[in-house]
């Protein structure tokens, strides 16, 4: 009902940087926690990172310290920043809106060399 769209994947060798893109058609986005999942091919969907609409941040144990998630309300953006990349990070990433329980189609991230 209300599209969530990715941008930013690629692929990038272990230790590049990345930064992951969302958009939100909403016009009450700034009331909604966003984050990011990502799955890995023979993988179950993980939780990677969210931030609430005050602007506090939880990650997955992995990513602490090498990701940063933020939003822009006035954009209705939200971005994750991947640093120190890892060829365990390779999986497709999805923005999620946890509001309104839905999640975009993916961008994807690969890491190799």
């Given at each position: 009902?209300?599209?969530?769209?990715?941008?930013g994947g690629g692929s990038v060798q272990p230790g590049g940087s990345l930064r992951l893109s969302c958009v939100a058609s909403t016009s009450i986005f700034s009331i909604y926690t966003m984050g990011w999942d990502r799955q890995a091919p023979g993988k179950e969907r993980?939780?990677?990172?969210?931030i609430t609409r005050d602007g506090n941040t939880k990650y997955e144990d992995s990513v602490k310290g090498r990701f940063t998630i933020s939003r822009d309300n006035m954009k209705n953006m939200v971005y994750l920043q991947m640093?120190?990349?890892?060829?365990?990070?390779?999986?497709?990433?999805?923005?999620?809106n946890y509001g309104m329980n839905t999640w975009g189609k993916g961008t994807q991230v690969t890491v190799s060399s």
């Amino acid at each position: 009902q209300v599209p969530l769209v990715e941008s930013g994947g690629g692929s990038v060798q272990p230790g590049g940087s990345l930064r992951l893109s969302c958009v939100a058609s909403t016009s009450i986005f700034s009331i909604y926690t966003m984050g990011w999942d990502r799955q890995a091919p023979g993988k179950e969907r993980e939780m990677v990172a969210l931030i609430t609409r005050d602007g506090n941040t939880k990650y997955e144990d992995s990513v602490k310290g090498r990701f940063t998630i933020s939003r822009d309300n006035m954009k209705n953006m939200v971005y994750l920043q991947m640093n120190s990349l890892k060829p365990e990070d390779t999986a497709v990433y999805y923005c999620r809106n946890y509001g309104m329980n839905t999640w975009g189609k993916g961008t994807q991230v690969t890491v190799s060399s």
